[in-house]
């Protein structure tokens, strides 16, 4: 059984920074893809980044770009989230998704790709 917990949310001004982790159990990340989406109240679930674990490459929505990275950390099995230069409009749940499968009919960015997911993180950014 795959478990995703993360951890790291919380309460910060527009402009300070806060470090997501996506932690696994029951499964290693080694041939996953971890992504990072949102939903904000009101709005649908939106895809934020994502990495390959295999080769480390990554991709970003266009609105964090330049201010988020993702990483992973192998012997924690832990997948991060580096959020710097928050605003308000980042104000939302962050989730943690994952799949294990190297090809599906869905991109990375499509959460229909991911059959795993943590319950989430809030992040609530102040002006």
């Known amino acids: 059984q795959v478990q995703l917990v993360e951890s790291g949310g919380g309460l910060v001004q527009a402009g300070g920074s806060l470090r997501l982790s996506c932690a696994a159990s029951?499964?290693?990340?080694?041939?996953?893809?971890v992504g990072w989406f949102r939903q904000a109240p009101g709005k649908e679930r939106e895809f934020v980044a994502t990495?390959?674990?295999?080769?480390?490459?990554?991709y970003f929505t266009d609105s964090v770009k330049g201010r988020f990275t993702i990483s992973r950390d192998n012997a924690k099995n832990t997948v991060y989230l580096q959020m710097n230069s928050l605003k308000p409009e980042d104000t939302a749940v962050y989730y943690c998704?994952?799949?294990?499968?190297?090809?599906?009919?869905?991109?990375?960015?499509?959460?229909?790709?991911?059959?795993?997911w943590g319950r989430g993180t809030q992040v609530t950014v102040s002006s």
């Open positions: 990495i390959r674990w295999s080769g480390g490459s990554t």
């Open positions: 029951g499964r290693t990340f080694s041939s996953a893809a």
């Open positions: 998704a994952a799949d294990f499968r190297f090809y599906t009919d869905y991109t990375d960015t499509d959460p229909r790709r991911y059959n795993y």
